[in-house]
């Protein structure tokens, strides 16, 4: 049995259905009221059924720490596909990258097209301070109160910082984030490890890479076979440190694996990464490079697959192992922490 992982379609339909939850959860009701309202001047959290006050804060701490738990199992056992699909800084950078494709290829190069990106970029930003604020305080008068300019202080100052935030975050900074400042990422070598799923390249059926005169088929239609791993790294080696080991020897067409050389999958990372040199700490696993290899390997008339969301030991061919020390500690910890909310709840019922 394979790790779990998401199908092309979702890095379009996930991103939008997020999107839509966000904005539409300060406008749920339920009960009468506003089903999630984090209300901090009346000191009372309203969480669709469940109100908490200020006495039951453990449970809410406690509640946050299993969730981030989760995270940390789901990470460890399917990769980084909370970041490549969920994260709210790929969510919005996503979003923001599209406004800015849309855009350009309206208005083309332009005076306009800067100022038109911008513009939508600052809309899209305000609208999400304002639902983001409204999970604080309740949506409708806050909405009521902008229209008019009737914001207080603190209500003005929260909305303009959100939405400078995300703005800045998601037209400029964008993956930086992920790179630089994101504290999460600096955790994935103590989440994963050998067994963990990860974008790969699967260089002994891909090298040699080259382009080609098309119709040569691929690798199996020629009866090439795959390479040996070790010549197969041999040749990754090569070609991402030419300047250690020498330019690379040219091959015949019927020679060459089934990677074109393309460059189709540096061109759609985010993170500008080449999957081809080996597993690299910065992927996010949002499967941006395997869709356009796939398309890429389609329009040369070769399978797809070549670059997969695998781990290096599916890889490798072994089998996969789902329980590993580092899941038993992950779930220990995540039942110890559900263990102390349950005894809470108890006592303080």
């Known amino acids: 049995m394979n790790p779990p992982t998401l199908p092309s379609w979702t890095r379009t339909a996930l991103p939008v259905v997020l999107l839509i939850g966000f904005h539409a959860l300060p406008w749920l009701r339920w009960d009468g009221r506003q089903a999630v309202l984090l209300d901090v001047v009346e000191r009372r959290f309203d969480v669709f059924c469940l109100t908490l006050w200020p006495s039951q804060a453990g449970l809410l701490l406690g509640a946050l720490a299993v969730l981030a738990v989760t995270l940390a199992l789901c990470t460890h056992l399917a990769g980084r596909l909370w970041c490549g699909h969920a994260c709210p800084q790929t969510v919005w950078s996503t979003l923001f990258a599209w406004v800015e494709h849309g855009t350009r290829r309206l208005l083309g190069k332009s ?14 930003a305000l609208w999400t301070a304002l639902s983001f604020v409204g999970l604080f ?20 100052f929260w909305i303009v910082f959100y939405t400078v935030a995300t703005w800045g975050n998601a037209s400029f900074l964008r993956w930086h984030v992920c790179r630089l400042l994101c504290p999460f990422a600096r955790l994935q070598p103590l989440l994963r490890d050998g067994h963990t799923p990860r974008m790969l390249y699967l260089a002994p059926r891909g090298e040699p890479r080259g382009p080609r005169r098309p119709g040569g088929g691929s690798i199996a ?8 791993a070790g010549t197969a790294q041999d040749y ?21 694996g089934d990677c074109t050389d393309c460059r189709r999958c540096v061109q759609a990372c985010p993170m500008a990464l080449d999957v081809r040199d080996g597993p690299q700490a910065d992927c996010l696993d949002c499967g941006a490079c395997a869709v356009a290899c796939e398309q890429s390997q389609r329009a040369a008339g070769l399978g797809p697959g070549l670059i997969q969301h695998i781990s290096p030991q599916r890889l490798a061919g072994h089998r996969l192992q789902w329980i590993r ?3 038993l500690a992950l779930l220990g910890l995540l039942s110890l922490l ?8 108890a006592l303080a019922g």
Do not use: C, K, N, Y
């Open 137 to 156: 305080t309740p949506i409708q008068s806050l909405l009521a109160r902008a229209v008019t300019l009737r914001l207080d202080g603190f209500e003005s």
């Open 111 to 124: 005076r306009v097209e800067p100022l038109a990106r911008h513009a939508l970029w600052i809309v899209i």
């Open 236 to 256: 990754v080696f090569r070609w991402a440190h030419p300047q250690l080991a020498g330019p690379m020897p040219r091959f015949a067409d019927d020679r060459l």
């Open 221 to 228: 239609q020629r009866g090439r076979g795959l390479l040996d």
């Open 338 to 345: 559900l263990g102390l909310i349950v005894l809470g709840a």
């Open 325 to 327: 020390p580092r899941t």
